[in-house]
Protein backbone atom coordinates (compact mmCIF):
# COMPACT_ATOMS: atom_id res chain seq x y z
CA UNK A 1 0.00 0.00 0.00
CA UNK A 2 2.87 2.45 0.85
CA UNK A 3 4.51 1.49 -2.23
CA UNK A 4 1.24 2.06 -4.22
CA UNK A 5 1.05 5.32 -2.43
CA UNK A 6 4.57 6.88 -3.31
CA UNK A 7 4.36 5.59 -6.74
CA UNK A 8 1.23 7.79 -7.45
CA UNK A 9 3.06 10.52 -5.55
CA UNK A 10 5.72 10.59 -7.69
CA UNK A 11 3.31 9.69 -11.22
CA UNK A 12 1.47 13.23 -9.81
CA UNK A 13 4.36 14.94 -9.96
CA UNK A 14 5.76 14.03 -12.88
CA UNK A 15 2.53 14.25 -14.45
CA UNK A 16 2.43 18.12 -12.98
CA UNK A 17 5.85 18.43 -14.14
CA UNK A 18 4.92 18.04 -17.55
CA UNK A 19 1.62 19.85 -17.38
CA UNK A 20 4.10 22.84 -16.43
CA UNK A 21 6.73 22.76 -19.07
CA UNK A 22 3.95 22.40 -21.54
CA UNK A 23 2.28 25.52 -20.35
CA UNK A 24 5.44 27.47 -19.61
CA UNK A 25 7.84 25.93 -22.01
CA UNK A 26 7.08 28.13 -24.86
CA UNK A 27 7.43 31.25 -23.11
CA UNK A 28 10.92 30.30 -22.73
CA UNK A 29 10.94 28.60 -26.46
CA UNK A 30 10.76 25.40 -24.81
CA UNK A 31 8.15 22.91 -26.51
CA UNK A 32 7.51 19.30 -25.87
CA UNK A 33 4.68 18.95 -28.77
CA UNK A 34 3.76 21.08 -31.79
CA UNK A 35 1.58 23.87 -30.87
CA UNK A 36 -1.44 23.82 -32.46
CA UNK A 37 -1.99 27.23 -34.32
CA UNK A 38 -4.04 28.50 -32.20
CA UNK A 39 -1.52 27.99 -29.64
CA UNK A 40 0.87 29.06 -31.52
CA UNK A 41 -0.52 32.28 -31.78
CA UNK A 42 -1.47 32.81 -28.09
CA UNK A 43 1.83 31.99 -26.61
CA UNK A 44 3.13 35.16 -28.63
CA UNK A 45 0.35 37.02 -27.56
CA UNK A 46 0.95 36.35 -23.63
CA UNK A 47 4.78 37.23 -24.54
CA UNK A 48 3.52 40.59 -25.76
CA UNK A 49 0.71 40.92 -22.49
CA UNK A 50 4.06 40.27 -20.19
CA UNK A 51 6.89 42.31 -22.22
CA UNK A 52 5.32 44.94 -24.86
CA UNK A 53 5.74 48.61 -23.90
CA UNK A 54 2.06 49.54 -24.26
CA UNK A 55 0.82 46.08 -23.07
CA UNK A 56 -1.38 47.81 -20.05
CA UNK A 57 -3.40 50.37 -22.32
CA UNK A 58 -7.05 50.17 -23.96
CA UNK A 59 -5.99 49.76 -27.02
CA UNK A 60 -3.90 46.85 -26.43
CA UNK A 61 -6.80 45.36 -24.64
CA UNK A 62 -9.03 45.63 -27.79
CA UNK A 63 -6.44 44.66 -30.21
CA UNK A 64 -5.38 41.35 -28.04
CA UNK A 65 -9.05 39.98 -28.56
CA UNK A 66 -9.48 40.33 -32.26
CA UNK A 67 -5.44 38.82 -32.47
CA UNK A 68 -6.83 36.13 -30.80
CA UNK A 69 -10.29 35.73 -32.97
CA UNK A 70 -8.57 35.86 -35.86
CA UNK A 71 -6.45 33.05 -35.05
CA UNK A 72 -9.15 30.90 -35.10
CA UNK A 73 -9.47 30.53 -38.45
CA UNK A 74 -5.86 30.10 -39.08
CA UNK A 75 -4.64 26.56 -40.73
CA UNK A 76 -0.97 27.36 -40.68
CA UNK A 77 1.78 29.15 -38.06
CA UNK A 78 2.20 31.41 -41.51
CA UNK A 79 -1.16 32.43 -41.91
CA UNK A 80 -1.09 34.43 -38.67
CA UNK A 81 2.52 35.73 -39.44
CA UNK A 82 0.73 39.21 -40.69
CA UNK A 83 -1.90 39.13 -37.80
CA UNK A 84 0.65 39.20 -35.21
CA UNK A 85 2.53 41.57 -36.90
CA UNK A 86 -0.24 43.93 -36.84
CA UNK A 87 -0.59 43.19 -33.13
CA UNK A 88 3.00 43.59 -32.01
CA UNK A 89 2.70 47.40 -33.60
CA UNK A 90 -0.14 47.80 -31.12
CA UNK A 91 2.01 46.53 -27.93
CA UNK A 92 5.46 47.30 -28.91
CA UNK A 93 5.19 50.35 -31.41
CA UNK A 94 6.74 51.21 -34.28
CA UNK A 95 10.45 49.30 -33.58
CA UNK A 96 8.42 46.27 -33.08
CA UNK A 97 8.46 43.12 -36.04
CA UNK A 98 8.40 39.71 -36.63
CA UNK A 99 10.99 38.41 -38.31
CA UNK A 100 10.34 35.19 -39.98
CA UNK A 101 12.83 32.45 -40.10
CA UNK A 102 15.57 32.64 -43.05
CA UNK A 103 17.20 29.66 -44.66
CA UNK A 104 20.43 30.91 -43.73
CA UNK A 105 22.27 28.65 -41.47
CA UNK A 106 22.67 30.06 -37.61
CA UNK A 107 26.06 31.79 -36.69
CA UNK A 108 26.59 31.77 -40.51
CA UNK A 109 28.77 35.79 -41.00
CA UNK A 110 27.23 38.00 -42.94
CA UNK A 111 28.40 41.08 -44.79
CA UNK A 112 29.52 43.68 -42.74
CA UNK A 113 30.49 47.39 -43.35
CA UNK A 114 33.44 48.06 -41.33
CA UNK A 115 34.16 51.43 -39.55
CA UNK A 116 36.02 54.46 -41.82
CA UNK A 117 38.90 56.09 -39.54
CA UNK A 118 41.24 58.98 -40.62
CA UNK A 119 43.01 61.83 -38.94
CA UNK A 120 42.81 64.68 -41.05
CA UNK A 121 45.57 66.89 -41.47
CA UNK A 122 44.18 69.53 -39.19
CA UNK A 123 44.40 66.88 -36.15
CA UNK A 124 40.50 66.38 -36.58
CA UNK A 125 39.99 62.67 -36.00
CA UNK A 126 37.37 61.07 -38.70
CA UNK A 127 34.94 58.07 -37.20
CA UNK A 128 32.09 56.47 -39.63
CA UNK A 129 29.99 54.21 -37.73
CA UNK A 130 27.93 52.21 -39.82
CA UNK A 131 25.26 49.68 -38.70
CA UNK A 132 26.15 46.46 -37.77
CA UNK A 133 24.44 43.00 -37.65
CA UNK A 134 26.84 40.43 -37.94
CA UNK A 135 27.85 37.64 -35.77
CA UNK A 136 30.00 37.63 -32.91
CA UNK A 137 33.44 37.47 -34.67
CA UNK A 138 32.11 39.70 -36.91
CA UNK A 139 31.21 42.55 -34.16
CA UNK A 140 35.23 41.67 -32.62
CA UNK A 141 36.79 42.17 -36.02
CA UNK A 142 34.13 45.72 -36.59
CA UNK A 143 35.19 47.09 -32.63
CA UNK A 144 38.21 45.99 -32.36
CA UNK A 145 40.08 47.51 -36.13
CA UNK A 146 37.89 51.78 -34.93
CA UNK A 147 39.26 50.93 -31.88
CA UNK A 148 42.91 50.38 -32.68
CA UNK A 149 43.24 52.95 -35.36
CA UNK A 150 42.10 55.58 -32.77
CA UNK A 151 44.72 54.22 -30.91
CA UNK A 152 47.13 54.98 -33.58
CA UNK A 153 46.47 58.61 -33.71
CA UNK A 154 45.52 59.45 -30.44
CA UNK A 155 48.47 61.71 -29.53
CA UNK A 156 47.77 63.50 -32.81
CA UNK A 157 44.24 64.38 -32.25
CA UNK A 158 42.45 67.73 -31.39
CA UNK A 159 38.72 66.92 -32.28
CA UNK A 160 36.63 64.33 -33.27
CA UNK A 161 34.16 63.67 -35.67
CA UNK A 162 31.44 60.99 -34.99
CA UNK A 163 29.17 60.04 -37.95
CA UNK A 164 26.02 57.95 -37.53
CA UNK A 165 24.43 58.86 -41.01
CA UNK A 166 22.50 56.02 -42.68
CA UNK A 167 23.52 53.62 -38.97
CA UNK A 168 20.18 51.89 -39.03
CA UNK A 169 20.93 49.58 -35.71
CA UNK A 170 21.79 46.17 -34.86
CA UNK A 171 24.13 45.29 -32.20
CA UNK A 172 25.03 48.00 -30.18
CA UNK A 173 27.75 46.42 -28.65
CA UNK A 174 30.73 46.39 -31.14
CA UNK A 175 29.72 50.30 -31.95
CA UNK A 176 30.31 51.85 -28.07
CA UNK A 177 33.44 49.45 -27.91
CA UNK A 178 34.86 50.88 -30.98
CA UNK A 179 34.57 54.66 -29.75
CA UNK A 180 34.97 53.33 -26.35
CA UNK A 181 37.97 56.09 -26.26
CA UNK A 182 35.91 58.76 -26.21
CA UNK A 183 33.02 58.01 -23.32
CA UNK A 184 34.00 57.93 -19.84
CA UNK A 185 33.23 54.76 -18.13
CA UNK A 186 30.32 54.27 -16.11
CA UNK A 187 26.53 54.07 -16.83
CA UNK A 188 26.29 55.60 -20.38
CA UNK A 189 22.30 54.91 -20.95
CA UNK A 190 20.10 52.61 -18.90
CA UNK A 191 16.85 50.91 -20.23
CA UNK A 192 13.24 52.46 -18.97
CA UNK A 193 10.99 49.27 -18.25
CA UNK A 194 7.54 49.29 -16.59
CA UNK A 195 8.61 51.57 -13.82
CA UNK A 196 12.36 50.44 -13.55
CA UNK A 197 15.58 51.46 -14.19
CA UNK A 198 17.94 49.33 -15.75
CA UNK A 199 21.90 50.68 -16.28
CA UNK A 200 23.82 49.96 -19.92
CA UNK A 201 27.28 50.60 -18.28
CA UNK A 202 30.92 51.19 -19.92
CA UNK A 203 33.82 49.21 -18.46
CA UNK A 204 37.03 48.88 -20.09
CA UNK A 205 35.75 49.57 -23.37
CA UNK A 206 33.31 46.81 -22.79
CA UNK A 207 29.30 47.91 -22.28
CA UNK A 208 27.90 45.69 -20.33
CA UNK A 209 23.83 45.48 -20.55
CA UNK A 210 23.23 46.36 -23.81
CA UNK A 211 24.47 44.38 -26.99
CA UNK A 212 27.20 41.68 -27.26
CA UNK A 213 29.96 42.54 -24.64
CA UNK A 214 33.55 43.10 -26.70
CA UNK A 215 36.55 42.77 -24.77
CA UNK A 216 39.65 44.66 -26.13
CA UNK A 217 42.87 44.95 -24.62
CA UNK A 218 44.68 47.80 -23.16
CA UNK A 219 42.03 50.09 -22.64
CA UNK A 220 42.82 53.81 -22.92
CA UNK A 221 40.82 57.20 -23.54
CA UNK A 222 41.18 60.26 -25.63
CA UNK A 223 39.92 62.95 -23.23
CA UNK A 224 39.02 67.00 -23.04
CA UNK A 225 38.43 66.58 -26.87
CA UNK A 226 35.77 68.43 -28.80
CA UNK A 227 33.61 66.11 -30.87
CA UNK A 228 31.01 66.50 -33.36
CA UNK A 229 28.26 63.87 -34.25
CA UNK A 230 26.93 64.11 -37.23
CA UNK A 231 23.40 62.80 -37.67
CA UNK A 232 20.22 61.75 -40.00
CA UNK A 233 17.02 60.39 -40.41
CA UNK A 234 18.58 57.10 -41.09
CA UNK A 235 20.16 56.99 -37.80
CA UNK A 236 18.00 54.46 -35.99
CA UNK A 237 17.99 52.21 -32.90
CA UNK A 238 21.35 50.91 -32.01
CA UNK A 239 22.77 54.16 -34.15
CA UNK A 240 20.68 56.34 -31.62
CA UNK A 241 22.09 54.93 -28.56
CA UNK A 242 25.63 56.27 -29.58
CA UNK A 243 23.92 59.41 -29.93
CA UNK A 244 22.61 58.98 -26.47
CA UNK A 245 25.81 58.03 -25.40
CA UNK A 246 27.17 61.50 -25.80
CA UNK A 247 24.67 63.24 -24.67
CA UNK A 248 25.23 65.38 -21.51
CA UNK A 249 28.78 65.38 -21.91
CA UNK A 250 30.97 68.44 -21.76
CA UNK A 251 32.74 69.83 -25.16
CA UNK A 252 29.98 67.49 -27.31
CA UNK A 253 27.27 69.13 -30.15
CA UNK A 254 25.63 67.34 -32.64
CA UNK A 255 24.76 67.95 -36.35
CA UNK A 256 22.25 67.09 -39.41
CA UNK A 257 18.91 66.79 -39.17
CA UNK A 258 16.10 64.97 -36.82
CA UNK A 259 17.15 61.09 -36.25
CA UNK A 260 14.60 58.18 -36.97
CA UNK A 261 12.90 58.15 -34.06
CA UNK A 262 13.54 54.60 -32.33
CA UNK A 263 14.76 55.02 -29.20
CA UNK A 264 13.83 51.91 -27.34
CA UNK A 265 14.99 48.65 -26.24
CA UNK A 266 13.48 45.40 -27.79
CA UNK A 267 13.50 41.78 -26.72
CA UNK A 268 13.75 38.62 -29.55
CA UNK A 269 11.45 36.18 -28.58
CA UNK A 270 11.58 32.82 -30.73
CA UNK A 271 8.01 31.21 -32.01
CA UNK A 272 7.95 27.15 -32.57
CA UNK A 273 8.65 27.64 -35.96
CA UNK A 274 11.88 29.80 -36.01
CA UNK A 275 10.25 33.23 -36.42
CA UNK A 276 11.84 36.03 -33.99
CA UNK A 277 9.33 38.39 -32.45
CA UNK A 278 11.05 41.85 -31.81
CA UNK A 279 9.27 43.30 -29.50
CA UNK A 280 9.61 46.56 -27.68
CA UNK A 281 10.00 46.53 -23.62
CA UNK A 282 11.38 49.65 -22.66
CA UNK A 283 12.53 53.15 -23.67
CA UNK A 284 15.95 54.67 -23.71
CA UNK A 285 17.32 56.89 -21.44
CA UNK A 286 19.80 59.01 -21.46
CA UNK A 287 22.05 59.98 -18.57
CA UNK A 288 20.15 63.69 -18.31
CA UNK A 289 17.77 61.33 -17.12
CA UNK A 290 15.71 62.44 -20.66
CA UNK A 291 13.23 59.66 -21.97
CA UNK A 292 12.91 58.88 -25.82
CA UNK A 293 11.06 55.90 -27.06
CA UNK A 294 9.26 56.88 -30.36
CA UNK A 295 9.95 60.15 -31.20
CA UNK A 296 13.12 61.66 -32.79
CA UNK A 297 16.34 63.16 -31.25
CA UNK A 298 16.69 66.80 -32.94
CA UNK A 299 20.25 68.00 -33.36
CA UNK A 300 21.60 70.20 -31.94
CA UNK A 301 22.27 72.33 -34.62
CA UNK A 302 19.77 71.38 -37.67
CA UNK A 303 21.38 71.65 -41.04
CA UNK A 304 22.23 70.11 -44.54
CA UNK A 305 25.70 70.94 -44.85
CA UNK A 306 26.69 68.63 -41.48
CA UNK A 307 30.22 67.89 -42.48
CA UNK A 308 31.30 71.47 -43.13
CA UNK A 309 29.50 72.77 -39.91
CA UNK A 310 30.88 70.36 -37.44
CA UNK A 311 34.69 71.32 -39.08
CA UNK A 312 33.81 74.83 -38.34
CA UNK A 313 32.99 74.71 -34.37
CA UNK A 314 36.01 72.06 -33.83
CA UNK A 315 37.90 74.46 -35.96
CA UNK A 316 36.76 77.47 -33.25
CA UNK A 317 37.23 75.31 -30.20
CA UNK A 318 40.69 74.41 -31.34
CA UNK A 319 41.49 78.07 -31.50
CA UNK A 320 40.40 78.56 -28.76
Avoid at 117 to 138: A, E, H, N
Amino acid sequence: MKKFFILSVCAAIIGLLLYMTYRIGPLFSFYLFPPSVQEYVRHAVLLMDQHGIYSNTATWDSIRQETLEAAKVARTYEETHDILEKALKVVGGKHSFLSVASKSVEGEDMTMQSPVVRLDDDGILYVMLPQFTGSPKQGDEYATKAYELIRQHKENIKGVIIDLRHNTGGDMGPMITAISPFLPDGEFISWGIKGRKIPVVLEKGKAIGGGTPISISEPFKVEDKPIAILQDSLTCSSGEIVLLAFRGLPHTRTFGTHSGGYCSSNMSYHLYDGTIMQLTNGKDVARTGEEFCEYPIAPDEECNDADEKAKEWLESIIRE
